[in-house]
């Protein structure tokens, strides 16, 4: 990855902070300093721009976890990584910085290490192998929508996943129809008939979106 004058990006990453600051900020904002705090909730808030479910508020994603708001983001430049989190209701704050040449922010460790620190650990992903046989019938094309299709493919008795614009994921099996990946807080989910997938379940940020097949 080239180097780049953080000039350039501008607020959009020439900012320099740490995970204490971070925290203090949060803290601060959720004390109602610096921002209105009915403006504050309004941006803590998942917002509603058709009938379909949002996760997204004003500047933050917003998702619910056994009745609390998990209100964070990510983000990556060249050079950096970043993911955080702000749990209100249990006052629990974790923030992850890191230095880094691509790839995708840490998500998926950033909700590990906020699961415990809210009490709820997760339960560790046991990886099976399936034989390629099984795996040949999760191969095809899944659409979301028209412009986000994903392709499922299969490399010796590995599978892989690849949306557009984004790097193949590796998807480890955990049962004979669940998938996840070490890469990111993603669960895949297949539905058969007649032995042959015929959707596909996202599951992210406690909410599934469904994808179907289109071959």
Not at 45 to 56: I, Q
Not at 59 to 77: K, L, P, V, Y
Request: with cysteine.
């Amino acid at each position: 990855m080239k180097p780049m004058s953080m000039t350039q990006p501008f607020a959009a990453g020439a900012i320099e902070s740490t995970v204490d600051d971070l925290a203090k900020w949060t803290q601060s904002l959720a004390d109602g300093k610096g921002v209105d705090s009915k403006l504050l909730e309004r941006a803590w808030t998942p917002y509603k721009p058709t009938e379909s479910p949002s996760d997204y508020g004003y500047g933050w994603f917003i998702r619910t976890d056994s009745g609390e708001r998990w209100i964070g983001h990510n983000g990556g430049i060249n050079g950096f990584l970043s993911a955080a989190v702000w749990v209100p209701e249990k006052k629990v704050f974790v923030a992850i910085l890191c230095n880094g040449m691509g790839g995708g922010a840490p998500d998926t460790l950033l909700w590990q290490l906020a699961r415990e620190a809210v009490g709820r650990p997760e339960a560790k992903r046991v990886a099976i192998t399936l034989p390629a046989e099984k795996l040949d019938r999760y191969v095809g094309v899944y659409a979301l929508s028209q412009e986000a299709k994903f392709t499922i493919s299969r490399h010796g008795d590995k599978l892989f996943a690849e949306a557009p614009n984004k790097s193949k994921v590796e998807l480890v099996a955990e049962a004979e129809d669940k998938f996840f990946s070490r890469e990111s807080d993603v669960r895949f989910s297949f539905t058969m008939e007649n032995e042959k997938a015929t959707q596909m379940t996202l599951r992210r940020a406690g909410r599934d979106s469904i994808a179907k097949r289109e071959d």
